[in-house]
């Protein structure tokens, strides 16, 4: 019995299978995209569509067009007394005001007042006005924010910048001094100059001393005088001699 299961169940020699599955491996690709001609990339670049920008609408953006800055009267007012504080006044230096209080403040203008030293305050937008139409435009990028006005009718930068040591809220940011802008190195190197008045003293000392000179020699002795002269007219007569003498020789 075991014997007929097992000679049923084995497969006899030389029996194939009814179905066998085949496993196939993945086609070559042989196919592939041929490179466009360079005339012909050329040529597409050349004719591609390029759509147009779409524009921003009217409100998106800020007119370019400058409004005209309307003047009221006390705009016009206040611009008539800067002219008179330009026209008056030799030293006009523009500090930065950082947020000093109003004791501060006083303090400093009692110490700049004792060296003749005013302290004036302007709206930047009528200074802005006033500069735009002045020969005094290139101060104008220095108006921006908080700032104060230091005039006097004479240049005093020495005294002012030793006023501006004792107050650390207040930045010196330039100045026009005799028509002329400084920056605040150009304030500083002015400040080490001498003063006029030691200037004036200085010449008037030179000038003395030049002609004090002239009369003592002038006052001396006739006969003196004379012996300069002789001895001065037979130096001129040996450099002749001595002249023409190279001059034969040649």
Not at 81 to 89: A, I, W
Not at 97 to 105: L, R
Not at 162 to 181: E, F, K, V, Y
Request: charged letters at 20%.
């Amino acid at each position: 019995m075991a014997a007929t299961l097992c000679a049923k169940l084995l497969p006899k020699q030389g029996w194939l299978p009814l179905s066998v599955s085949v496993r196939h491996g993945s086609k070559a690709v042989t196919r592939h995209k041929r490179p466009q001609h360079i005339l012909k990339q050329k040529l597409l670049a050349v004719t591609e569509y390029i759509p147009p920008k779409r524009d921003a609408p009217p409100d998106a953006y800020p007119s370019k067009i400058k409004r005209e800055e309307e003047c009221t009267g006390l705009m016009l007012l206040i611009k008539e007394d800067l002219k008179k504080v330009f026209q008056d006044h030799k030293m006009i230096a523009v500090v930065q005001n950082n947020n000093s209080n109003a004791e501060d403040m006083l303090t400093l203008r009692h110490r700049l007042h004792k060296h003749s030293i005013s302290v004036k305050f302007f709206p930047n937008q009528v200074m802005r006005l006033f500069l735009s139409d002045s020969v005094y435009s290139s101060m104008a990028p220095l108006f921006i924010g908080p700032t104060v006005l230091f005039v006097s009718k004479e240049p005093k930068v020495r005294e002012m910048l030793s006023t501006l040591r004792a107050s650390p809220h207040m930045t010196l940011l330039g100045a026009c001094i005799d028509n002329t802008l400084l920056s605040v190195q150009g304030v500083v190197s002015y400040s080490k100059l001498p003063s006029m008045t030691v200037v004036q003293g200085e010449l008037v000392s030179g000038l003395t001393m030049l002609t004090s000179h002239t009369v003592s020699v002038l006052q001396r002795h006739p006969g003196h005088l004379s012996a300069l002269l002789q001895q001065y007219v037979k130096q001129q007569s040996a450099e002749d001699a001595s002249e023409a003498k190279t001059e034969s020789a040649t």
